[in-house]
């Protein structure tokens, strides 16, 4: 097992380079020249050869790559240029509040989705079922951003229970676990949750129907298992394959959320993003796509050594 | 010898007269999505769908872009304005149904490309094997380390906004998600024994991959391909919503619902018309595909 988990780190390096390389070359395929952007138009000869300098541009794109990922190994991703801020200190304020927005609406996905899938797997064919199999439907085809849209239509705008935007009272420097921050998380969890609760579902109801088929089933059954006996025999199997699923629904749901942050303006990587977009800033846009690029890969990592901790049939496969 | 003989039942099952079997394999398929009605209903829409794409323009009451400062954000039910109007006055009904052209376009294009060029990386480094194999497979990879919406709001960001841009990034999505798929049921037919035939007798690689690879893999690859509409629909409009996708004042669903979203507090239930359409779209592909792969599945 340990040769396999071992490979599956090493595997991951090149995977990590390749993302690295992805993320630098997007500044070069963007359309003009980068350095357009952060100077006057009537730039002259001289000052702009000594930004091209500064910023690395004059020289081979082998050798830009190589101190870009030597910086970004010491944590220097580059100066926005529109804040003139370090873009290692922005992403990480933003993957903070990014992470805290997709960690509860994964939580909230990953229990009514085992809930909708157990009991859709567990009574296959019957009208729970189909009821069931309908919310993932919905779940994994509703455009996330108009259910943000219609969220603050009904909670905010029509019975006004939950404020519409923000992240927290006073902007979103000091978040704490109490109500009055809570109540400014609530609406875009429970849209973001949306999507994982659909996919995890339908997971979970393949799975539960699979296992319900195997012969060990009928065995404990035969054994004159309770019913919540043989269940807790299913959960058993079933959960490595639906914790994995969740953990790659994070990451989704970590590289997914500017559509939402968006609605909501939530001070996370999406709302970056956006901003680093529309005022043409790609060092900033770069290192948030790196950022959140190097997460998904580490945590499909760890999912994967999870998963082979808790099914060790994985590694023997 | 043995391990010939046990196997050759199965390729005798497979294998007969492409031509027909393709046509007696998709006749089944429909017979048996026949008796699905909820997949039947979401045919229906999309047909329906499709229909609002190719004629919106000759069935709108109104002219879409005409915009009217007196009328501006009218509620439902208005008079002449049966689903109200936006926030310049234009008639929200004509702008949907106008809209269904642009927003299935740049919803449908993007599978329809890497459809093609998915599939045809995918047979290439399936069939070819080795090296080929392994470098065109790691460079997917990397692709496929990107979160699906990061990669096409990387993509669309850094080449600008625009409906060509972003059908582009959209394509490069959609391309190593399609490609594995058509590399994993390649990998699977080459190993058959009527490939092996096939090569004995001396056809050439491009014959064998057109006559017994496509056949045989155009089907699951069509199938996925199918499920990633709705995505696609969610993910095209998504961009126009963040104003990458299409311009104004063209009509498509998710850029009405970005210019729409400041009249959230004025006209809430005009304001959320367009997604009701982006949702009905995606959740009738959804359906369909759905039905399709229990049907394709079934085959005995």
Redesign the interface.
């Known amino acids: 097992m340990l040769a396999y988990l071992l490979r599956r780190v090493i595997y991951a390096v090149p995977i990590m380079i390749g993302v690295a390389l992805v993320c630098f070359l997007l500044v070069h395929i963007a359309p003009g020249d980068p350095l357009v952007s952060i100077l006057p138009p009537d730039a002259s000869a001289d000052l702009q050869a000594q930004l091209r300098e500064l910023y690395g541009f004059n020289r081979s794109l082998p050798e830009q790559f190589a101190m870009w990922v030597w910086r970004a190994l010491h944590g220097d991703l580059g100066v926005s240029i529109a804040s003139n801020r370090a873009v290692a200190g922005e992403v990480f304020t933003a993957v903070g509040n990014t992470l805290r927005l997709a960690v509860v609406a994964t939580f909230i996905g990953f229990v009514l989705g085992c809930l909708f899938g157990f009991v859709a797997g567990y009574f296959r064919g019957s009208w729970v079922d189909r009821l069931a199999s309908m919310f993932s439907v919905l779940g994994v085809s509703v455009p996330h951003y108009w259910l943000g849209m219609v969220m603050v239509i009904v909670f905010s705008s029509q019975l006004m229970w939950l404020p519409a935007t923000g992240a927290g009272p006073s902007g979103s420097d000091d978040w704490a676990w109490d109500w009055a921050h809570l109540q400014f998380l609530l609406l875009p969890a429970l849209t973001m949750s949306v999507i994982p609760m659909g996919i995890i579902a339908r997971t979970v109801r393949a799975l539960v129907a699979e296992i319900l088929e195997q012969e060990f089933i009928v065995g404990l059954r035969a054994k004159g298992l309770t019913h919540f006996g043989v269940f807790r025999h299913m959960v058993k199997n079933a959960a490595p394959t639906a914790l994995a699923v969740m953990g790659l629904q994070l990451g989704y749901l970590l590289g997914g959320s500017i559509l939402i942050e968006t609605v909501f303006s939530w001070p996370g990587t999406g709302f970056l993003l956006n901003s680093a977009i529309f005022q043409r800033d790609l060092p900033l846009l770069q290192g948030t796509i790196l950022v959140l690029a190097l997460f998904f890969v580490v945590l499909n990592l760890l999912v994967d050594v999870l998963q082979t901790l808790l099914d060790p049939r994985i590694a023997r496969a | 010898m043995s391990t010939v003989l046990a196997s050759s039942p199965t390729a005798v099952a497979v294998e007969p007269l492409p031509a027909q079997r393709s046509r007696g394999y998709w006749a089944s398929v429909w017979l048996r999505l026949r008796r699905d009605p909820v997949a039947i209903g979401a045919a229906v829409v999309v047909l329906l769908l499709i229909a609002l794409a190719l004629f919106g323009p000759w069935l709108a009451p109104a002219d879409p872009y005409q915009s009217s400062m007196l009328k501006r954000l009218k509620p439902i039910g208005t008079e002449g304005l049966p689903l109200g109007s936006d926030e310049l006055g234009r008639d929200m009904l004509s702008r949907l149904i106008v809209g269904a052209r642009l927003s299935l376009f740049i919803g449908i294009t993007p599978v329809l490309c890497a459809f093609v060029g998915g599939t045809v990386i995918g047979i290439v480094a399936g069939y070819a094997g080795g090296l080929t194999n392994t470098l065109i497979m790691?460079?997917i990879?990397?692709?496929y380390?990107?979160?699906?919406?990061?990669l096409a709001?990387?993509?669309s960001?850094?080449?600008?906004a625009g409906v060509v841009n972003s059908l582009i990034s959209l394509t490069i999505v959609f391309i190593p998600q399609i490609a594995r798929v058509a590399e994993s049921v390649t990998t699977q037919v080459r190993t058959r024994d009527y490939v092996e035939a096939a090569r004995a007798s001396g056809a050439s690689p491009f014959t064998i991959v057109r006559v017994h690879v496509l056949g045989n893999v155009l089907g699951p690859i069509f199938v996925y391909a199918t499920s990633l509409i709705?995505v696609s629909?969610?993910l095209a409009?998504?961009l126009s919503?963040?104003?990458?996708g299409v311009k104004p004042p063209e009509p498509e669903w998710?850029l009405m619902?970005n210019t729409l979203?400041t009249a959230?507090?004025v006209q809430?239930?005009v304001?959320?018309l367009?997604?009701?359409m982006?949702?009905i779209t995606?959740?009738s592909f959804?359906?369909l595909s759905?039905g399709l792969r229990s049907a394709m599945d079934n085959k005995g």
């Open positions: 790691r460079t990879d990397v692709f380390a990107f979160p699906s919406v990061l709001i990387a993509l960001g850094t080449l600008g709705a629909m969610i409009s998504g919503f963040l104003g990458l998710g619902l979203r959230i507090y809430p239930w304001a959320a367009p997604g009701v982006i949702f995606s959740i959804n359906i759905d």
